[in-house]
């Protein structure tokens, strides 16, 4: 029997000069600089001015959202409910802050946005009479005989600022 036999060297060469190529054209991205182009890129075209949003209407034109609620079956909202859901809440605008006391005095800090003010039992808050500061609340009285308290919470997270 006659076998035919080819020579080893020479295949491995061949794989290894192709696996060269391969390598070669894989590196050469890295290897070359990027040649600049003759033509130079053209400016990209000014951004057009965020248009303005328009002004929300007042709160009193959802007089009738209030007056003829979606979720009541009798589309007819509670007695009373009209004079609460238009007015903002005096807790849902300001934040205590802190308290201090010493003795039978004691102040209270409360903020308004960026607004801080400092109140002490017996002030006038927004029409509503501060009437208790606690270790953590302030007791407000209003001219109708409403109570609502502010209770001191933890101010928003802030992101942390890049360093």
């Known amino acids: 029997m006659i076998a035919l036999r080819l020579p080893a060297f020479r295949a491995n060469r061949m794989l290894a000069g192709a696996a060269l190529g391969l390598a070669a054209i894989a590196l050469w991205p890295w290897i070359v600089a990027p040649t600049p182009s003759l033509h130079p890129r053209a400016a990209p075209p000014p951004a057009a001015p965020a248009a303005a949003p328009a002004p929300l209407p007042p709160l009193a034109s959802y007089k009738a959202?209030?007056?003829r609620p979606l979720f009541s079956p009798s589309r007819r909202a509670p007695p009373g409910a009209?004079?609460?859901a238009l007015a903002p809440?005096?807790?849902s605008r300001y934040r205590l802050v802190g308290v201090m006391g010493t003795g039978a005095k004691h102040r209270a800090f409360v903020a308004d946005g960026p607004r801080r003010l400092q109140i002490v039992e017996g002030d006038l808050l927004d029409g509503w009479t501060v009437r208790q500061i606690a270790q953590d609340r302030v007791i407000l009285s209003s001219p109708a005989g409403d109570d609502a308290a502010l209770r001191m919470t933890r101010p928003p997270a802030e992101p942390p600022k890049p360093q």
């Open 65 to 67: 959202v209030v007056e």
């Open 82 to 84: 009209a004079a609460t």
């Open 89 to 91: 809440s005096i807790e």
